[in-house]
């Protein structure tokens, strides 16, 4: 089995900052990719961060020049740095991880974590 747990999360101040993690364990023979998505309340999921295994990224607009993702391969974590917090960053945020296992076969399967809340309020 292949379990992913972000952390991190929690109540911050417009303007300030959090770094939230993903971290990865179980059946892993390597990890091709991981994103964080958020999901505010009523509003569908979106992509926040991206990052490929050759260290490539992307960021969705709203969030560029603020949130920085990056990763540890030796911890199987990946981290979101987020500054500059603004309101409307208040969601629920997810890790999504493309991961190859090795038990009981080699195959490549997605998996999400159960997400971590993060509000920003004054």
């Known amino acids: 089995q292949v379990q992913l747990v972000e952390s991190g999360g929690g109540l911050v101040q417009p303007g300030g900052s959090l770094r939230l993690s993903c971290a990865a364990s179980g059946n892993i023979f390597s990890i091709n990719a991981t994103d964080w998505y958020r999901q505010a309340p009523g509003k569908r999921r979106e992509l926040v961060a991206a990052i490929t295994s050759g260290g490539g990224t992307n960021y969705a607009d709203s969030v560029k020049g603020r949130f920085t993702i990056s990763t540890d391969n030796a911890k199987n974590t990946v981290y979101l740095q987020m500054n500059s917090l603004k309101p409307e960053d208040t969601a629920v945020y997810y890790c999504?991880?493309?991961?190859?296992?090795?038990?009981?076969?080699?195959?490549?399967?997605?998996?999400w974590g159960p997400g971590t809340q993060v509000t920003v309020s004054s």
């Open positions: 999504n991880a493309i991961i190859i296992t090795n038990w009981p076969r080699k195959a490549s399967y997605s998996y």
